[in-house]
């Protein structure tokens, strides 16, 4: 059974620094494409990054530069790494799997429950 | 950037159809995804493909995609249909991000 459990969550300053965790079991981080998508409060979904299994990265205009999504391949976790954050980045992230085909990534086919990041002073 | 527009709100009585629209720019031409959010819960996926079901989703469920306009349609609505839906792409032409769209909040009344 696919299963993917975010932590890390927790409220920190504006400026400061967060990493997220996202453990898989049921399948292997490294042989899929990974992303992080997160929803503020009372708002809609916005992705935020893509790792693909080659190792590749992307992120949201939002977030480059400042945010990192990384891969523990022996302890089967996905990251984001958050730095200087800004109040606009209080939301809940959510971990996803994203199915691909031919080195396209497509759909989102299974999500984490999401961990909640509060940026506030 | 990709825009993906959905209404805000879409209101149907039970039993009868809801039609969730998802606009963009030659949409037609890109797979489009659809997603069901209940309050406090994770998004589920609902219709990948512009129109596959995966497997436990009622076959209620139906999409299409043609054009400037991809549609989620929910048949003999039931109470339990009553959440958030997203349509989502991947814009590959914007150095691969995921695109979302604005998300509509669906009333079963």
């Known amino acids: 059974e696919v299963q993917l459990v975010e932590s890390g969550g927790g409220l920190v300053q504006p400026g400061g620094s967060l990493r997220l965790s996202c453990a898989a079991s049921?399948?292997?981080?490294?042989?899929?494409?990974m992303s992080w998508v997160r929803q503020a409060p009372g708002k809609g979904l916005e992705w935020v990054s893509v790792i693909y299994s080659g190792g590749s990265t992307y992120y949201a205009d939002s977030v480059k530069g400042r945010f990192t999504i990384s891969r523990d391949n022996s302890k089967n976790t996905l990251y984001l790494q958050m730095n200087s954050l800004r109040a606009e980045d209080t939301a809940v992230y959510y971990c996803?799997?994203?199915?691909?085909?031919?080195?396209?990534?497509?759909?989102?086919?299974?999500w984490g429950q999401g961990t909640l990041v509060t940026v506030s002073s | 950037s990709y825009v993906l527009t959905q209404p805000p709100s879409v209101s149907v009585a039970p039993g009868k159809t809801a039609r969730i629209t998802c606009g963009g720019n030659n949409i037609g031409s890109k797979s489009v995804h659809w997603y069901q959010q209940k309050p406090g819960q994770a998004p589920v996926l609902v219709i990948y493909y512009d129109s596959d079901r995966p497997s436990g989703i009622p076959e209620r469920f139906s999409g299409s995609n043609s054009g400037n306009t991809a549609t989620l349609t929910i048949s003999r609505v039931e109470a339990g249909d009553e959440a958030d839906y997203y349509c989502q792409v991947w814009d590959s032409s914007s150095d691969h991000r995921g695109v979302f769209g604005t998300g509509t909040k669906v009333t079963v009344l």
């Open positions: 996803a799997r994203v199915e691909h085909s031919s080195g396209y990534p497509y759909y989102f086919d299974y």
């Open positions: 049921g399948f292997t981080v490294s042989s899929n494409y």
